[in-house]
């Protein structure tokens, strides 16, 4: 069996960012962007992306990892300062057999609090969506940080 990413009619990062689709972003960069996750793992839950369509790991240039990255480590350093992380996950799905559920390339930020169970697995399936404007207010709160720098 050949490397599978997941196939959608319309991908719905790209729909995002191209405004067709509510989304609380905390970042609009020239190369990557962050918005928060639909699926709050954990309060403060963050996507960062590549605004060019890139289906995984395998395909991203050199310069569009470093920007993911980097913008990764900025709003990683934000959660900590907005949300009082202690500490952070991040991680990232690459293929359908990986548990990749969306066919554009994403890292996602999942800052950790005191209460917060270590050994727990995400699992986007298994939680509520937020709505958007819940979201749009974490947003805020991230960016505020995110000037504080």
Known sequence: MAFQVPT???CPFCAYLAGSVPCAFVTRGAVASVFMNRA???RGAALVIPNAHVTSLLEL???TLTAVFEEAQRVA?????AFGAVGLNMFQNNGINAGQTVSHYHVHLVPRYPT?????IFRAVELLQTPVAELA????ELRAALEQA
């Open 8 to 10: 959608e009619d319309r």
């Open 40 to 42: 709050q793992f954990e």
């Open 61 to 63: 240039d050199r310069a």
């Open 77 to 81: 350093t934000a959660m900590v300062r």
């Open 116 to 120: 917060s169970q270590p050994e727990r």
């Open 137 to 140: 207010e974490i947003a805020g």
